[in-house]
């Protein structure tokens, strides 16, 4: 089985900017798993198919119509909805709360999962998620939950959303902040929480270079 890195923890603790960062260090290829099902919540969006009807959401995705992989360019991901290159499109709220509804289903769980899995028993890879260490990759060499407090996830949102252009007010952004983890933490199929063989890592009082260090010495340790 080749090296495997687990990384999760709720919206806004740094995972996916800190994974790409840990990833490029140690060699191998990170890849963004809520990417995918943001993937699945835009081509709900797109088809105008309601995110809350579980059974159709489901069955397009049984019947093969939802097709989701990565590809990597240089090492950087492209997230593929059949074949076509999502990845400028699902970095929105809109798209991410989507996200987040679809992926209470276990159909998308399921057919997501099955993919990460394949991917990761191809090549050494850091995987970035919420079920990771749990459900994914549960003989992951390393297993990191890495959070910060809930005004230090929304604050850093804040800053990303701005560099896209998007002006949500903050307080907009912690509610979601707040309505998001507690729906990923709540769900029935595979809710977010620390595997029992994870480190915790809290990148409140950390800088990006300290919690990117961190993650680095426990990899070491392991290896
Ligand atoms: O990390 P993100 O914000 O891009 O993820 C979008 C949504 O996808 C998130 O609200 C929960 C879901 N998700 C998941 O259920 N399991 C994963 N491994 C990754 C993301």
Known sequence: MPLTIAIDGPVGAGKSTVSDVVASRLG???????????????????????????????????????????????????????????????????????????????????????????????????????????????????????????ESRAMRRMLQLREKGDATPLEEIIREVNARDYQDMHRETDPLRQAEDAVLVDSSDLTFDETVNAILSLVEEKL
Do not use: W
Request: proline share 3%.
């Open 28 to 150: 191998i290829l990170h890849l963004d798993t809520g990417a995918m099902y943001r993937a699945v919540g835009l081509y709900m969006l797109e088809n105008k198919v309601d995110i809350l009807d579980e059974g159709r959401v489901s069955a397009l995705c049984e019947a093969g119509k939802v097709n989701v992989d990565a590809r990597y360019e240089d090492g950087v991901q492209h997230t593929l909805l059949n074949d076509r290159d999502v990845t400028p499109f699902i970095r929105t709220q809109e798209v991410g709360g989507a996200a987040s509804a679809v992926s209470r289903y276990p159909a998308v769980r399921k057919m997501l999962v099955r993919r990460q899995q394949e991917m990761a028993r191809q090549q050494p890879m850091l995987l970035d998620g919420r079920d990771i260490g749990t459900v994914v990759l549960p003989n992951a060499t390393v297993k990191v939950y890495l959070t910060a407090s809930s």
